[in-house]
């Protein structure tokens, strides 16, 4: 007479299995939460950075200016800068994949003024001056909104009169590749 044996798990051992996911997912589960919230901060800098290259380039391309403007999130508007209003070139809405990004936009313009946050960028790719007269933004800082000052990565985007434009990293040293430089931007501490 043969006998079968059926394999499987006791009950103890999918006790201690689950008892052990479980701890890994509550150790592991803040530091998810930290890196999800720093790839919310790189998102945001990465979609205005492209913003701002889209409206250089299709300033040089079309040889007209055009102008970026920037909401006080991660969204942004690129068009041609006219008295008309303008022709849209492309558009970026703020909540795409970074709704936790806290965004800081510094122009030259004197404490008081509107808070309109334009860069123009005239046929040669250099910043122009903005069509409404306000004063062009030159730094943006990227933080997060939900996150301790240890936790954040945040990130700096810097606009220069010549047309550069650069993300860096105001937390790394002034040697590494990714730094804003020996001194850190005033908008970006």
Do not use: H, Y
Request: with cysteine; charged share 15%; glycine share 8%.
């Amino acid at each position: 007479m043969a006998i079968n044996k059926i394999s499987g798990f006791t009950l103890i051992e999918l006790v201690t299995v689950v008892t052990i996911l479980s701890i890994m997912l509550f150790v592991a589960l803040p530091n998810f939460n930290v890196w999800l919230q720093n790839t919310q901060i790189r998102t945001a800098g990465e979609a205005i950075l492209n913003g701002l290259q889209l409206a250089r380039t299709e300033a040089v391309r079309r040889n007209v200016n055009v102008e970026l403007r920037m909401d006080l999130s991660s969204g942004w508007t690129a068009k041609v800068a006219d008295a008309f209003g303008g022709e849209v070139i492309q558009s970026r809405l703020a909540g795409e994949g970074s709704s936790a990004a806290l965004i800081t936009i510094t122009s030259t313009d004197p404490v008081g003024n509107p808070p309109v946050k334009t860069v123009t960028f005239n046929s040669f790719g250099s910043v122009a001056a903005n069509a409404d007269d306000t004063k062009s933004v030159t730094e943006i800082k990227i933080d997060s909104i939900s996150l301790a000052a240890a936790e954040s990565r945040e990130l700096c985007i810097l606009i220069r009169t010549g047309g550069t434009i650069r993300m860096c990293d105001p937390r790394v040293a002034s040697t590494d590749t990714r730094s804003c430089g020996a001194a850190i931007p005033v908008g970006c501490q």
